[in-house]
């Protein structure tokens, strides 16, 4: 694994985008299109934010269900492991009944032709029947990333999206951003609610000095804004130092976990490090690296982690990821988490 870490570290440093190729200024909002895939054509095409104005909840949504998965981009058969990750998504997403939407947000999606094999987990997205049918994608290339992997959202179909912009880290080794897209839902009660959703992967790695708080800090700028109800943060959160416990209360916005009496270094909440290779779990041990926050006009419902024990299926998959030092074929070293909110 320490191999494949290192030459992960090299490509990603050749493929980072210089500052003078992009058309974004860094911490400061850069709009992005999504995209909703359209049966006559047969491709994802662009659409349009629909103005704050002409949006409405859709009559019967009072409740939104969010899942949260880092697909680690650095093993290999990322078509095979992506495949699977995306089939056990389906399988819990498609639970929840009609008064629930559902947002779904990925981390480490990998988009790369060298060095080979190639690599397009966008693209195996946006090919499953069930993704086309009930969701909107918000990316198709990575365009709007600052490197080679980056984050993506799948966002209900039935929702009206006002607003979809990234805010690029200045303070980011890794190129990490803060992903946003807003959405109305009704609470019931015939009232519109803004709903802003940040997807984001903060900074890997203790580094020197920490980068991690002031990424948070411009996450959850955003997360107050004046016309947002209520906002939803998720993600790889990379929480491995002791100021990552206060990250949250630090910027005025609330742990899903703890919220429902999760305890700190618990097993229970640890997300990484269960399916993590034998070496790295011995030497890091377990964290709760992923994390939901939340803020405003929302009702915390619960919170669980999901994932655990999914693993590839064929036979010389399974060997290959254990020939790693693995000790089950996982697809991926993280567990997901998920929240479900009622909007009040």
């Known amino acids: ?30 709009a992005q299109p999504f995209y909703t895939y359209d049966s006559a054509k047969q491709a994802w095409e662009p659409a349009q934010c629909k103005p704050l104005q002409e949006a409405s909840g859709p009559q019967g949504i009072t409740r939104l269900a969010l899942f949260s998965w880092n697909i ?36 480490e999606c990998l988009e790369k032709d060298d060095p080979p094999p190639a690599v397009h987990d966008l693209k195996t997205i946006g090919e499953k029947s069930w993704v086309r049918s009930k969701f909107h994608v918000t990316d198709v290339d990575q365009s709007s990333w600052g490197t ?31 992903f946003f897209v807003d959405v109305v839902l009704d609470n019931g009660r015939g009232q519109r609610k803004t709903l802003r959703l940040c997807n984001t992967h903060l900074e890997s790695l203790a580094g020197n000095p920490p980068l991690r708080p002031a990424q948070m800090q411009i996450a959850a700028r955003y997360m107050r804004e004046d016309g947002i109800d ?48 034998t ?18 006009s929302l009702k915390l419902e619960s919170f669980q982690r999901f994932g655990a024990d999914v693993e590839l299926s064929e036979e010389a998959d399974r060997a290959r990821i254990i020939s790693l030092g693995f000790e089950k074929p996982w697809i991926t070293d ?11």
């Open 1 to 30: 694994m320490e191999a494949i870490f290192q030459e992960a570290v090299k490509q990603n440093e050749m493929a980072k985008k210089p500052e003078s190729s992009v058309p974004w200024q860094l911490d400061q909002p850069h």
């Open 72 to 107: 680690d981009f650095m093993l290999p058969l990322a078509k095979s492991r992506m495949d699977i990750a995306l089939e056990h998504l389906d399988s819990l997403v498609s639970k929840f009944g009609p008064e629930t939407a559902v947002v779904i947000y990925l981390q």
């Open 148 to 178: 080679r992997y980056g984050t993506t959202t799948l966002v209900d179909r039935r929702l009206d999206i006002t607003s979809c912009f990234r805010v690029h880290y200045q303070k980011s080794n890794f190129q990490r951003d803060a």
């Open 230 to 277: 209520g906002a939803l943060a998720a993600g790889d959160f990379n929480a491995i130092q002791p100021f990552d416990k206060t990250l949250h209360s630090e910027n005025g916005l609330k742990d899903a976990y703890l919220e429902l009496d999760g305890q700190e270094d618990s097993d229970d909440g640890y997300t990484w490090g269960q399916q993590a290779a």
């Open 279 to 296: 070496t790295l779990r011995d030497r890091f041990g377990c964290s709760r690296m992923d994390k939901v926050y939340f803020t405003g």
């Open 334 to 344: 993280h567990l997901g988490v998920t929240a479900t909110v009622e909007v009040v």
